[in-house]
């Protein structure tokens, strides 16, 4: 991800769940708010442990992250992003993640370009 960086820190998590645009759907919620640093988007991916064992919630992290991976440059730049996976997200098509993602993404007016 050339233009994304890890969101890390508990204190950024936890300003976006309560200053940020929020948009959910069956699969993630979406959470986003712009920075600072308009260059670059910081996101975090965080699944509940309440969805399964550490394989399960690692599987829902790598979808979410490759769907996003495979979307960046559809994205503006500039924005703090977080992605909570839902139950729902480990048994869809990817390409229902992907759609759920770019869906979400538009709600939150993150799209970019003309196919937004």
């Known amino acids: 991800m050339k233009n994304t960086r890890s969101i890390k820190e508990n204190h950024v ?18 959470y986003a708010r712009k920075h600072r640093d308009g260059a670059v988007n ?12 550490a394989a399960e919630r690692n599987r829902i992290r790598r ?14 730049s500039g924005f703090d992003i977080v992605i909570v996976g839902r139950r729902a997200a480990l048994t869809a098509p990817f390409d229902q993640l992907e759609r759920d993602l770019l869906r979400l993404c538009w709600q939150l007016s993150l799209r970019e370009g003309k196919d937004a």
């Open 42 to 53: 910081q996101l975090g991916i965080t699944v509940s442990v309440k969805l399964g064992c």
């Open 63 to 76: 979808r979410l992250k490759e769907a996003y991976r495979l979307n960046e440059t559809r994205l503006k």
């Open 13 to 30: 998590f936890r300003a976006l769940y309560a200053r940020g645009k929020s948009a959910a759907c069956r699969t993630m919620v979406l």
